[in-house]
C-alpha cells in the first residue's frame, strides 16, 4: 500500500476529518487531502507528525521512507537515461572489454529483457555499451573485431530504444534506434539492420505516426533474405499492424498470411533470441495486436484467437523465451476483441491477470492499451453493466 493509500486509510480508522488532521500538523486541509491524493510530496518530519497523530506506530513512516527510496531510484535511471541518450547522439565517436564476454552480455540482456522491467535493463545495456563505445573510439581493437564491435554497439542501442519505448520515452527511444541502424550500417548487418527498421516503425506506431511507420517496415524489406532468419515475418506483422489501424483489414489481413508464408520459407534461425527474436508466440501476438483495431467481426474473432494462441504459447514454452510484457499486453489484447465481439464477461476474465501488476512492472504499452479498453467498455451500450463498470474502475485504478 503506498504512503497517500495508507494515509487515508488510517484517518478514517481513526475517525478525523482532514481539517482535524491539518490543526495536528499545522497545515491546511487541502494540503492534507493532497497529501492522500499524492499530489503534493510530504516532507519527512510531517510523516513522522501524522504517524504520531494517528497512532501509525511507525507503518506511515516506513512507507514514507520506502516510497523516497523509489523516488531516488527513479531519479538515479533519469541520470543513466540522459547519459545513455548523449551516447546515442555521437555513436560516430564510437568502444576495451574481451569481445566474447560483451558478445555473452548482450546475449543474456536479450533473453533478460523478455522477462524483466525496462530500467534495470537500460542500466545493463548503457555499461555494456559503453564499453563497446570505448573500444571503438581508442581504436584499441583488431581491425577484424570493428565490425562485431559495431554490431554490439548497434544491438544494445537496440536494447536501450526498446527500454526507453517501453517506460515511455518515445523521442529518445528514437534516437537510440537512430544509432543502431547506424552501426548496423557501419557493420554491414543487414539482419540487424532490419531488426532496426522493425523497432524504428514499432516506435513511429507508438508515437500514432502509422504513415511514417510503414514507411519504416517498406524500407526493410530491402534487408531481409529468403530464409534468412524471421526478419521478414516481423516486417510483415509491423506492416499488418500499420495497415490495420489505417482501416485497410483486407490488406492487413493480407500481410499476416505473408507473415506466416515467410515463417515457413525460413532455412536459418536468427543469429540472437529473446529481444532480437521473433518466436511463433510473437507472431500471434503481433495478429491479434493489429486486427484489434479494425471494426470487429471476423477481424475480431482472428485477433482473440491469435491472442490465446499467443497466451497459451508462451506459457506452456520455455521460460527463457516468454516475454511477460507482451503475454500481458497479450491478454488486454484479447480482452478488446472481446469487447468488439460484445463479450463482457470475457473480456473481464482475460484482463483480470493485469489488473494486479505492481507500479513497476506497468510498462507504458500496457496503460496504453488498457486505457483504449477502458474506453470501450465505457461506451452508452454499457451503462449499467455491473461487470464493465468494475472492470473500468480497476483500470483506472491501474493507470492511477
Known amino acids: 500500500m503506498t504512503f497517500p493509500e495508507l494515509l487515508r486509510r488510517l484517518r478514517l480508522e481513526a475517525g478525523l476529518s482532514l481539517a482535524q488532521v491539518a490543526t495536528h500538523i499545522r497545515y491546511d486541509r487541502s494540503a492534507v487531502h493532497h497529501f492522500e491524493r499524492g499530489r503534493r510530496p510530504v516532507p519527512y518530519e510531517v510523516a513522522e507528525k501524522l504517524d504520531e497523530v494517528l497512532n501509525a506506530g511507525g507503518r506511515l513512516v516506513e512507507a514514507w521512507r520506502a516510497e523516497d527510496a523509489q523516488r531516488r531510484e527513479a531519479a538515479a535511471a533519469h541520470r543513466t537515461k540522459a547519459a545513455a541518450l548523449a551516447m546515442s547522439n555521437d555513436l560516430s565517436a564510437l568502444?576495451?572489454?574481451?569481445?566474447?564476454?560483451?558478445q555473452e552480455g548482450i546475449e543474456a540482456t536479450a533473453v533478460d529483457y523478455l522477462s524483466s522491467p525496462p530500467a534495470p535493463m537500460m542500466d545493463r545495456a548503457h555499461v555494456l555499451r559503453a564499453e563497446a563505445f570505448e573500444r571503438l573510439r581508442s581504436g584499441h581493437h583488431r581491425p577484424a573485431d570493428r565490425s562485431d564491435l559495431y554490431v554490439a554497439a548497434g544491438r544494445l542501442s537496440g536494447v536501450l530504444a526498446y527500454a526507453l519505448l517501453d517506460m515511455g520515452d518515445s523521442d529518445e527511444a528514437a534516437a537510440h534506434a537512430d544509432a543502431a541502424g547506424r552501426c548496423a550500417e557501419y557493420a554491414g548487418d543487414a539482419e540487424l539492420a532490419a531488426?532496426?527498421?522493425g523497432t524504428k516503425s514499432l516506435i513511429a506506431r507508438f508515437q500514432g505516426d502509422y504513415g511514417q511507420a510503414l514507411e519504416f517496415v517498406q524500407d526493410g524489406y530491402q534487408w531481409v533474405g529468403a530464409g534468412h532468419g524471421t526478419g521478414e515475418a516481423r516486417l510483415k506483422c509491423?506492416?499488418?499492424?500499420?495497415?490495420?489501424?489505417?482501416?485497410?483489414?483486407r490488406a492487413a489481413n493480407a500481410a499476416l498470411d505473408d507473415a506466416d508464408l515467410a515463417r515457413e520459407r525460413m532455412r536459418r534461425p536468427d543469429s540472437l533470441g529473446g529481444l532480437f527474436g521473433f518466436s511463433q508466440a510473437k507472431q500471434s501476438y503481433y495478429a491479434g495486436s493489429s486486427l484489434i483495431w479494425l471494426q470487429g467481426g471476423h477481424d475480431a474473432e482472428r485477433a482473440a484467437r491469435e491472442?490465446?494462441?499467443?497466451?497459451?504459447?508462451?506459457?506452456?514454452?520455455?521460460?527463457?523465451?516468454?516475454?511477460l510484457d507482451d503475454e500481458r499486453l497479450a491478454h488486454i489484447y484479447l480482452a478488446t476483441a472481446r469487447v468488439q465481439l460484445d463479450d463482457v464477461e470475457g473480456a473481464a476474465e482475460a484482463i483480470s491477470p493485469v489488473l494486479s501488476l505492481p507500479v513497476e512492472e506497468q510498462i507504458s504499452w500496457i496503460v496504453k492499451r488498457a486505457d483504449r479498453l477502458a474506453g470501450m467498455l465505457s461506451a452508452p451500450r454499457y451503462a449499467g453493466n455491473a461487470t464493465a463498470e468494475e472492470t473500468v474502475e480497476a483500470i483506472n485504478a491501474l493507470a492511477a
Open 307 to 323: 491472442a490465446e494462441s499467443a497466451i497459451g504459447l508462451w506459457q506452456a514454452g520455455p521460460e527463457v523465451e516468454r516475454s
Open 238 to 249: 509491423g506492416e499488418a499492424q500499420c495497415l490495420a489501424t489505417l482501416g485497410d483489414s
Open 95 to 102: 568502444a576495451d572489454l574481451d569481445i566474447a564476454m560483451l
Open 195 to 197: 531488426w532496426v527498421a
